[in-house]
């Protein structure tokens, strides 16, 4: 195990094959199936040892938390196109 990474380090990046890269790269997490797809990503290196499953959990509440609050927003959308759609009177 390479020594500088047990230094400097948390844990659970430690356990990574590739020690020197530990900047992950921008993830879009734009649409419900983004972040579906990153919570799979987390999954799977949560399986594999690639992180530690204590943070593979946290980053999957996070995300579960982000995929909630897009849905709340798509449906608050939709609702208001609705609302554009029914006649004054009918209300």
């Keep these: 195990m390479n020594l500088d990474c ?3 380090s948390p844990s659970f990046l430690c356990q990574s ?5 530990i900047t992950p790269a921008r993830i879009n997490l734009a649409t419900s199936e983004d972040v579906c ?3 799979a990503r987390v999954y ?9 499953s204590s943070e593979g959990t946290k980053l999957v509440y ?12 798509v ?3 939709k609702l208001s ?7 004054r009177g009918i209300r």
């Design 6 to 8: 047990i230094e400097k």
């Design 17 to 21: 094959e590739n020690f020197n890269d």
């Design 37 to 39: 797809r990153e919570m």
């Design 44 to 52: 799977r290196d949560s399986r594999l040892n690639k992180i530690a």
């Design 62 to 73: 996070m995300l579960s938390q982000i995929l909630k609050a897009h849905e709340v927003f």
């Design 75 to 77: 449906m608050e959308k």
């Design 81 to 87: 196109e609705l609302e554009l759609l029914v006649p």
